[in-house]
């Protein structure tokens, strides 16, 4: 234990370690009372070469330096590392002349793979300074500080600016990254940065996780969180960051960013929220210094490209903040705002998790000015300029024609809308519908005509096959559908919206589907939904409007108007109903079938006629044939089917004329004639027997032409002609050589040959 040591720099202990290989232990040590004229009141440390310090279980209190740390000064250089393996604690330390900086700790750490780490539980209780109430840090040159474990800075205060720490890289790296939370409370300074001061350049960047300050607040702006970024510094916020009622009496209750843009810089929340944090006004200060930005307010110099990214406040979540004047959560003063709105889906960059149409308007507001403008100009020029961030992301939808099929059987939507129009956003199409009055007598007439022409039409297609579309809206007519659709161009007033009787689709609950949206934003879209629900919808006596909205809070209709701006803005509602035109269908059946068996009827009594007419030409042609050939003289059996047989004793030249000339002739038979034919038709192919043939000529009335030959023993030579009911053919028997007449029966399809 120190007690009271005194010293120019380090009260109690000065160390300077310049060898390669120094090392440095203290543990369970208390520095009560210790003094410095210049720095490091109890400890004073300067590291240049690459040596490892672990301090475990420090206690200082009640230390003061004059200048820089007014317990612990420490300078870390050349690779060298600084580890706070234990428990560190600072009681009620501080620094004293008007330039002093860090009240408890001043470090600076300079040179790549340079550190200082808090790898334990470091605590700063009621430590004050002008700049850093507990902690003035420092990096440069790749220089690194890590929190790794507790921290908490508790009622810290300055003069100047920085209440807990005091935070400056220059293209160094200070990381809060750690499991367990950072907590800064009641941290208070005259300046800037009730919590924390931040100081970027030259890609410096500054990492803080898991953090949570309450009940901070500054005499100027950034009650919580004061930051400046210059030539590519980069700040991220992460890892659940709370700022909890702090208040600023300038800009920024609970975070003030100033920004002179670069092309490296970044300011991101990923994942912060600002809770009743407010912005006070300060009547000494000038009419832009105070009072905007309750929650967070950014300032911008120079000119910012959304498309970087640089800017990212998606993870940012607000509630409850204040402003006395303007920007109760959020304010920005930036050139490039309105593009900076505009970039991405519905401001997601710039939003956090303000819900469009749900909250205040006054939440987010900004200006399209540079910061240093923006500070010169009068209370008049700024209202005159500033406007509500969410109109300037807000995408007002074109609503072209809005049709619903009304389906009560279908159990996958009994009411299936169709919209069409642009500028609709996927996840966030809100459809309004609504009445607006009771149909008029003209209007129930022309859906009648509408139904009764329908009706007619599907009479017309069960006799045509062919539909024809109906002259009355053809363009959302189906060929499958009723169509009922209200006046066309009605005249909405204000005093007929009956707001009880409106639907919003999708319902704020998320018990539904986000609409369907096929086709890019600024071409023609289409947007399908279905609801379950259908009794609300009474189509035959009440007319609908349609509008949509982007934001669930201003819903536009024809040429993307607001109907609050003109009352003729909404598109009217067509309905369609299918099961109106099934009953129709069903109703025109009968008469279908009607006509279908007439039309049947007529077309059998037509091929009747055809078949008798053919007959008669075709029996009066053969007997025409039958005439010539017994002019010719040429021998036709007249009780068979089959031609007659040449002799074995006739010459080859008798045969071949005999065969050439010779023709069938099928006369009226005897009914035992009959029966023998129809034997004869299911052998299609008759040999007769050297017997049969010899009997042939002298017992014609009884032949016996039934034989077991078979067609393969003969070989055909030559087609000699058609006969009736077949072809004859000139052929030779293999085996004996005989030339015989053999006629082949052709049947006009097998189901006559089956028959005979």
């Not at 279908?592 to 042609?621: M, N, P, R």
Request: charged share 20%; proline share 2%; aromatic share 8%.
């Amino acid at each position: 234990m120190l007690d009271q040591a005194s010293f120019q720099n380090g009260g109690a202990i000065c160390a300077t370690f310049n060898d390669l290989s120094s090392n440095l232990q203290i543990e369970t040590c208390i520095f009560v009372g210790c003094k410095a004229l210049s720095d490091g009141g109890a400890l004073s440390m300067f590291i240049n070469h690459q040596a490892e310090i672990t301090f475990n279980g420090i206690l200082f209190r009640k230390c003061e330096a004059q200048n820089e740390g007014g317990a612990f000064w420490c300078s870390i250089n050349n690779g060298a590392k600084l580890t706070i393996a234990g428990s560190l604690s600072f009681q009620d330390c501080k620094t004293l002349s008007d330039s002093g900086y860090g009240g408890a700790l001043y470090a600076q750490i300079n040179g790549e793979n340079s550190y200082l780490i808090f790898r334990e539980s470091v605590i700063f209780e009621r430590c004050s300074g002008q700049t850093g109430g507990g902690m003035c840090l420092i990096t440069q040159r790749k220089g690194n500080f890590t929190i790794n474990g507790q921290c908490n800075f508790t009622n810290c205060s300055s003069s100047n600016k920085g209440g807990g720490i005091y935070l400056e890289t220059n293209n160094g790296t200070i990381n809060f990254n750690q499991t367990e939370q950072i907590l800064i409370e009641n941290c208070s300074c005259n300046g800037n940065g009730g919590g924390i001061y931040c100081s970027l350049s030259s890609n410096g960047q500054i990492i803080i996780n898991n953090i949570k300050l309450m009940n901070c607040n500054s005499q100027r702006s950034g009650g919580g969180i004061y930051a400046i970024i210059n030539e590519g510094g980069q700040i991220i916020l992460d890892n659940t960051c709370e700022l909890y009622q702090c208040e600023s009496h300038g800009n920024g209750g609970g975070i003030y960013v100033q920004i002179n843009l670069t092309e490296q810089f970044s300011f991101i929340i990923k994942d912060a929220y600002i809770h009743e944090c407010k912005s006070i006004t300060d009547t000494s200060l000038s009419y832009p210094e105070s009072g905007f930005g309750g929650g967070l307010f950014i300032g911008c110099n120079g000119d910012y490209s959304p498309s970087n990214k640089l800017i990212d406040l998606r993870g940012m979540k607000i509630y409850i903040n204040s402003a006395d004047k303007y920007g109760q959560s959020l304010y920005i003063a930036m050139r490039q705002v309105i593009e900076f709105c505009q970039y991405g889906t519905q401001g997601e960059y710039v939003k956090g998790n303000y819900s469009d149409g749900m909250s205040n308007k006054n939440e987010l507001l900004g200006i399209p000015m540079k910061l240093r403008s923006f500070n010169n100009f009068s209370s008049d020029q700024i209202r005159q300029q500033q406007q509500p961030l969410e109109s300037l992301w807000r995408i007002l939808g074109i609503l072209k024609s809005a049709q619903v099929i009304v389906n009560v059987s279908n159990p996958n939507g009994k009411l299936i809308f169709h919209i069409e129009g642009k500028r609709m956003i996927p996840g966030y199409l809100n459809v309004k519908i609504f009445e607006f009055g009771d149909k008029t007598q003209e209007n129930i007439d022309q859906e009648q005509k509408v139904i009764n022409y329908q009706y007619n039409k599907n009479n017309l297609k069960s006799f045509k096959g062919t539909s024809t579309q109906s002259p009355i809206s053809q363009k959302h007519q189906k060929a499958d559908q009723q169509q009922v659709s209200i006046n066309t161009t009605p005249q909405i007033k204000k005093n007929l919206h009956n707001y009880e009787n409106e639907i919003i689709y999708p319902p704020v609950d998320g018990s539904s589907f986000p609409i369907q949206i096929d086709g890019e934003l600024e071409s023609e879209q289409k947007a399908t939904f279905g609801m379950n629900d259908y009794k609300w919808l009474n189509c035959k006596i009440k007319e609908y409007g349609v509008l949509i909205s982007n934001d669930r809070n201003i819903f536009t209709g024809k040429d993307g108007i607001d109907i609050e701006e003109d009352s003729n803005a909404a598109v009217p509602l067509e309905v369609i109903i299918e099961e109106e035109e099934e009953e129709e269908k069903r109703k025109g059946l009968p008469i279908g079938i009607i006509v279908g068996i007439a039309v049947g009827a007529l077309a059998i009594i037509a091929v009747i006629i055809i078949i008798i007419i053919v007959t008669f030409v075709i029996s009066k042609k053969k007997l025409k044939n039958d005439s010539q050939m017994h002019a010719l003289g040429i021998g036709v059996c007249e009780n068979t089917l089959e031609t007659k047989l040449l002799q074995d004793n006739h010459s080859p030249d008798v045969i071949n004329q005999s065969l050439d000339n010779n023709l069938i002739n099928i006369t009226e038979q005897q009914p035992q004639q009959r029966d023998h034919i129809n034997i004869l038709r299911e052998q299609p192919y008759i040999i007769p027997s050297s017997s049969s043939i010899k009997n042939s000529s002298s017992s014609s009335s009884e032949p016996n032409f039934i034989t077991t030959w078979k067609l393969s023993d003969f070989e055909k030579i030559k087609k000699i002609g058609k006969g009736a009911f077949g072809t004859v053919w000139k052929m030779k028997e293999i085996k004996s050589q005989r030339i015989v007449a053999i006629k082949e029966v052709d049947y006009d399809s097998d189901e006559e040959k089956q028959r005979f």
